[in-house]
């Protein structure tokens, strides 16, 4: 048996393991789609393609991957294996997304990042979906599940947002040497270099940070592993939970509009609203802020409303924030570009909607982890490694779909290849935001109805428990 509480080292080894996944999900999520659309000159609509197509393999690799850590026994555990084996694969994959031969047509261009994508995927499948299942092994408390998601989307926002942050005021900051700034393809090169370096050293440090909280389990013996049919069979079965459903639907619509939105995230910042790159770094930077704000925010909203309720008050209001301000800038009532008192309005409302997105990305991870012992009480498996699966699978889908999303926009918008500040006319911007914010809200209301349907409340994961003891017994 797990002890009840955690120590606060623990919470932290675990909380560091999202620092991998953090660095990789901003990379994709800032920087992806400008790199391979305006600066490779590939189509964005084929950006778009190539990440769609690995997020249709990641439907198939997420939940094997699921089911084997659920199924692996050995002196390291269930979930380490995986983890440790990981590490080097993904770092080089990483690296060389950013680092493509300059031989390569955009044509060519296209088949690369399809196959480095797929690969990349798969790779951080092996790590993030054992290491993140680790929260429901280590503790069943219906709080504390709260407390460990929190502290690892801290880190994983932090590492994340300060990697994107040096990026762009250091590495790709104009100068007489880089007088291209943002479109300057070797700083992508550096940046892939220095962020599969911090990739590597993420995984290895929480992975060994973590191996003690493990051993207890290491003697678990494992289901029979049956073949491909056989697995998809049981992931199927265990999944047939309404409530599972209900999470899933949801954080899919969420990760879909947070893709949507960071995607489209620097071209907003840079054509819509014609901020400089050291504003829009402060704003990156706001994340920051945001994450610390969320560590606090999501557990105290979990033990006072509960999971459910707290998030959807807080996707109420995200669904009048940015989308407001959009509206009012093209009804001509916000300041004009370059008016001082602009930027203040845009870091406030960036802030305040940045802690409540991580917030109910929080909750979400909690909520799944409370149906793990729904499913153990009907199936009388524990089956972490598939439920947390659909973590990876929706997150991923936030650079799937939503980099999908945002090459659509940028279609029906008629937003041209390669273009600068300055070359990209009035008529293409107000297109963008015109298109972005209907299906921005469209998502945001149906993610609040998806998230209504759910039904673990805190008495029935208590109720769940009591089960699970009473059966053992």
Same mark, same amino acid.
């Given at each position: 048996m797990m002890p009840k509480k955690l120590t606060l080292p623990s919470k932290l080894a675990y909380g560091f393991g999202a620092v991998a996944y953090g660095v990789k #999900? #901003?990379?994709?999520?800032?920087?992806? @789609?400008?790199?391979?659309?305006?600066?490779?000159?590939?189509?964005?609509?084929?950006?778009g393609l190539a990440l769609l197509l690995a997020l249709l393999c990641d439907a198939f690799t997420d939940p094997v991957v699921g089911y084997l850590?659920?199924?692996?026994?050995?002196?390291?555990?269930?979930?380490?294996?995986w983890m440790y084996a990981a590490a080097i694969p993904v770092t080089c994959c990483y690296y060389f997304l950013w680092a493509p031969p300059e031989s390569l047509s955009p044509d060519h261009l296209f088949f690369y990042l399809v196959g480095l994508s797929i690969l990349v995927r798969a790779l951080v499948t092996f790590y993030e979906v054992p290491s993140s299942a680790l929260a429901a092994e280590i503790s069943r408390d219906y709080d504390e599940r709260t407390t460990l998601m929190a502290w690892r989307n801290f880190f994983g926002w932090?590492?994340?947002?300060?990697?994107?942050?040096?990026?762009?005021?250091?590495?790709?900051?104009?100068?007489?040497?880089?007088?291209?700034?943002?479109? #300057?393809?070797? *700083?992508?090169?550096?940046?892939?270099?220095?962020?599969?370096?911090?990739?590597?050293?993420s995984i290895v440090i929480a992975s060994l940070g973590t191996q003690p909280l493990a051993v207890p389990l290491? !003697?678990?013996?494992?289901?029979?592993?049956?073949?491909?049919?056989?697995?998809?069979? &049981?992931?199927?079965?265990?999944? !047939?939970?309404?409530? %599972?459903?209900?999470? %899933?639907?949801?954080?899919?619509?969420?990760?879909?509009?947070? *893709?949507?939105?960071?995607?489209?995230?620097?071209?907003?910042?840079?054509?819509?609203?014609?901020?400089?790159?050291?504003?829009?770094?402060? @704003?990156?930077?706001?994340?920051?802020?945001?994450?610390?704000?969320?560590?606090?925010?999501?557990?105290?909203?979990?033990?006072?409303? *509960?999971? !459910?309720?707290?998030?959807?008050?807080?996707?109420?209001?995200?669904?009048?924030?940015?989308?407001?301000?959009?509206?009012?800038?093209?009804l001509g009532l916000l300041p004009e570009n370059g008016d001082p008192s602009l930027f203040p309005i845009l870091l406030t409302v960036t802030v305040l909607e940045m802690t409540l997105a991580i917030t109910i990305q929080t909750l979400m991870m909690s909520m799944i982890a409370d149906l793990v012992e729904q499913n153990e009480v009907r199936t009388g498996r524990r089956s972490e490694g598939?439920?947390?699966?659909?973590?990876?699978?929706?997150? !991923?889908?936030?650079?799937?779909?939503?980099?999908?999303?945002?090459?659509?926009?940028?279609? %029906?918008?008629n937003f041209p &290849?390669?273009?600068?500040?300055?070359?990209?006319?009035?008529?293409?911007?107000?297109?963008?935001?015109?298109?972005?914010?209907?299906?921005?809200?469209?998502?945001?209301?149906?993610?609040?109805v998806a998230t209504n349907l759910y039904r673990i409340s805190r008495e029935e994961h208590e109720d769940n428990l009591a089960k699970l003891k009473a059966s053992a017994e």
């Open positions: #999900n #901003n990379g994709f999520d800032y920087f992806l @789609l400008i790199f391979y659309s305006q600066i490779l000159g590939v189509e964005a609509g084929l950006v850590s659920d199924n692996t026994a050995g002196r390291f555990g269930r979930r380490h294996p932090v590492a994340g947002t300060l990697m994107a942050v040096f990026t762009l005021m250091v590495i790709l900051a104009p100068s007489e040497t880089n007088p291209q700034g943002l479109f #300057n393809r070797d *700083g992508f090169a550096t940046y892939g270099f220095l962020a599969s370096a911090l990739i590597f050293i290491a !003697k678990t013996e494992g289901r029979q592993n049956g073949n491909l049919g056989s697995v998809f069979s &049981e992931v199927i079965e265990t999944l !047939k939970v309404p409530s %599972f459903l209900a999470i %899933f639907l949801a954080t899919v619509l969420a990760a879909v509009a947070t *893709g949507l939105t960071m995607s489209l995230n620097l071209y907003l910042n840079t054509f819509f609203w014609g901020l400089a790159p050291d504003q829009i770094s402060v @704003l990156v930077l706001a994340v920051f802020v945001a994450s610390l704000l969320a560590l606090n925010l999501a557990p105290a909203l979990s033990r006072t409303w *509960g999971k !459910k309720k707290s998030a959807i008050i807080c996707g109420v209001v995200i669904v009048f924030m940015s989308p407001t301000l959009i509206g009012l800038r093209l598939v439920f947390f699966a659909t973590i990876t699978f929706t997150r !991923k889908a936030t650079q799937g779909l939503g980099v999908w999303a945002a090459s659509l926009v940028l279609v %029906f918008a &290849e390669g273009a600068s500040p300055g070359e990209v006319s009035e008529g293409s911007i107000a297109a963008l935001a015109q298109i972005y914010l209907p299906a921005v809200v469209v998502l945001w209301l149906l993610k609040l």
